[in-house]
């Protein structure tokens, strides 16, 4: 029986409301993303995929509608039940990856779990085989000015993995990468994605990579259209 990760009923939102210039970048967005299940969301620069991606990772509220975690609706809970959350069933993807620049790869992957409470033998055993599975186990103690482009947003993908999230969210995860390296990185998340089961949805506007994905939805003047 199929596992909602993820559902997001009615949502809106608009910015400046009630003054001239309000804009409106969600009307009632509808969307579920089952365990296991890695959706496209697909939308030129500017049409809102961020603002969505915000809603459902729990960093900004809607001013209207629903947002359910594994299950349970969040958008009207306190920020700590929030973040509580977050941290325990989110992971965060961007289209830069930042990494801290004073720490190894290993490092920055062991960080967010030594901030739940993990053990530094733990994290950083984890951070090795989080590595080792996109395949750069070699980096585990270089800083990110001395990796390449393709190799730190890989780091990114396993820090946003350290801590088994339920749910992974991506934003242009390969956007600021050659399309050779785009298409490798892209793959080396998909592996780590289908390896460990949990859900993502990834905002893109290469249709190319989007095809690659179970499941495409499109955000057209802010409504979500199954593609």
């Known amino acids: 029986m ?40 697909v939308a030129p620069s500017g049409a809102g995929k961020s603002t969505l991606l915000h809603m459902a990772g729990l960093l900004d509220t809607p001013d209207a509608g629903v947002v359910e975690i594994a299950g349970e609706a969040l958008q009207d809970k306190s920020d700590r039940r929030r973040t509580q959350v977050r941290r325990a069933e989110v992971g965060f993807v961007y289209q830069f990856h930042h990494l801290l620049p004073e720490f190894t790869a290993a490092e920055n992957i062991a960080l967010p779990q030594l901030a739940n409470g993990v053990s530094a033998k733990a994290a950083t055993e984890r951070a090795h085989d989080l590595l080792d599975s996109v395949g750069i186990r070699a980096r585990a103690e270089h800083r990110p000015a001395a990796m390449s482009g393709g190799e730190q947003q890989r780091v990114a993908f396993c820090r946003a993995m350290a801590n088994g999230p339920k749910l992974l969210l991506a934003d242009e995860p390969t956007g600021n990468l050659d399309p050779e390296t785009s298409d490798r990185v892209f793959a080396a998340l998909m592996t780590l994605v289908h390896e460990t089961g949990l859900s993502a949805l990834i905002a893109t506007h290469n249709l190319d990579l989007a095809a690659r994905m179970d499941r495409q939805v499109r955000l057209e003047a802010g409504h979500l259209i199954e593609a």
């Not at 809106?12 to 296991?36: F, I, M, S, W």
């Open 2 to 41: 199929s596992e909602t990760v993820l559902r997001l009923s009615g949502i809106t939102k608009a910015y400046n409301a009630g003054k001239p210039n309000e804009v409106h970048v969600l009307r009632g967005c509808d969307l579920t993303v089952q365990r296991g299940e890695v959706v496209a969301l």
